[in-house]
């Protein structure tokens, strides 16, 4: 016993080192209808060992718990006690990302853009820095439809080693290169923790990928950097456990994280992934942090980018992160999804149309700069 209740101590002098506001956790424990005195009295008395304070209601037929406390006893365990019928977890299982404990929006500022105000951002740039000349074209035309971060890989995650796996560092500087001469941010893939130091030395924003998302080391670390992450979330992952990677980088002192929806993985084939748009209204309400959508890897084909696009930005999304090349069906990687120039100025046209139907501003400036011929 006298173990154990210095392990909840223990556990919530961590917390509070972690430099965390830990309010109460709370729960609440549903016994059995004919759940013993005897077990009921057992499983008050493991909670208070586990630090908690336990608020017993007597019903007629049924004994409910309410049981709050600084520490977080696993539910599963507390359900698997004789006489218990259900445990109620009531309080999320992270912090620092949910809108209890932030409520009102975060706003990450790179260079002159806000991520997460009134204006929704449109990211967008090749999947991967193929070559110099792809490299500034693509960049010119994302940038003059309205684009006001640039996107690009330089350390690609490709499901096989046989495909391009990007041209690392030299890719990097092409990127840097052409963001530099557009006047645009630049938001790079990372890994790995290895490539921290490189990708902070040209990037402004690091990508951490959908197969990524569980990448606990990779997530500390980057808890420790200057710049924001802008996290994806995984193939197969719950919005909770999003959420929980979120947390990984926010605890360690980082708290510009850029959530960004791409599409899972569900029986469905038709498209490459299942583009959840639901993920979006969810994850506005549970959390502070700006969403951003990544219809290219969420349809896998340009024709059903632009539509998924214009849903995205309709859901309330902060931003769209999109793949544009200046000649996809030469691309290296992603070139199925990636648009051409001429359709991603399309879209910018629809979403200035879409946006400020549901008060939201974005980008206006193109229409004048098309006029003086750049
Ligand atoms: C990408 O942005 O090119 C990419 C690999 O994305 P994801 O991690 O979402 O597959
Ligand atoms: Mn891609």
Redesign the pocket.
């Known amino acids: 016993g006298r173990g154990a209740a210095a392990g909840a101590a223990g556990d919530s002098r961590r917390q509070r080192s972690l430099g965390m506001n830990m309010e109460a956790d709370h729960m609440v424990v549903v016994m059995d209808e004919r759940a013993t005195e005897l077990q009921i009295e057992t499983v008050v008395a493991r909670l208070v060992e586990l630090g908690m304070d336990v608020h017993r209601s007597t019903g007629v037929t049924r004994t409910v718990l309410g049981v709050v406390g600084q520490t977080r006893p696993d539910p599963g365990l507390i359900e698997m006690f004789e006489g218990v019928h259900e445990v109620l977890r009531i309080s999320e299982p992270y912090k620092l990302a949910s809108r209890t404990f932030k409520p009102d929006n975060t706003i990450i500022t790179v260079g002159d853009v806000r991520i997460g105000g009134d204006e929704v951002i449109v990211m967008a740039g090749p999947?991967?820095a193929e070559t110099e000349q792809q490299v500034r074209t693509t960049a010119a035309a994302v940038r003059r439809a309205g684009a006001k971060i640039f996107?690009g890989?330089a350390f690609?995650?490709r499901s096989s080693p046989y495909s391009f796996q990007g041209l690392g560092e030299e890719g990097l500087r092409m990127l840097r290169d052409a963001s530099t001469a557009e006047g645009m941010a630049l938001v790079s893939?990372v890994m790995d923790i290895s490539q921290i130091p490189l990708i902070e030395k040209y990037c402004d924003i690091f990508?951490v990928?959908?197969?990524?998302m569980q990448n606990f080391t990779l997530l500390k670390e980057l808890g420790h950097v200057r710049k924001p992450v802008l996290l994806?979330r995984g193939?197969a992952a719950t919005i909770e456990e999003w959420l929980l990677s979120a947390e990984y980088v926010l605890s360690g002192g980082n708290t510009d994280v850029i959530l960004?929806e791409?599409?899972i993985r569900t029986f469905e084939t038709a498209t490459r992934n299942t583009f959840d748009i639901s993920a979006i209204p969810v994850v506005k309400k549970l959390s502070h942090l700006p969403v951003l959508a990544?219809p290219?890897?969420g349809a896998g084909r340009r024709d059903m980018v632009a539509p998924m696009a214009r849903a995205a930005v309709a859901a309330g999304c902060d931003g769209l992160?999109l793949?544009v090349h200046c000649d996809p069906d030469r691309a290296l990687?992603?070139g199925a999804q990636s648009m051409f120039p001429a359709q991603f100025d399309r879209l910018m046209a629809e979403l200035r149309i879409i946006a400020p139907a549901i008060g939201r501003s974005i980008c206006l400036e193109p229409v004048a700069r098309r006029g003086w011929g750049s």
């Open positions: 999947c991967s996107r890989g690609k995650p893939e990508q990928g959908a197969r990524n994806k193939i960004c791409r599409g990544d290219s890897h992160i793949e990687s992603d």
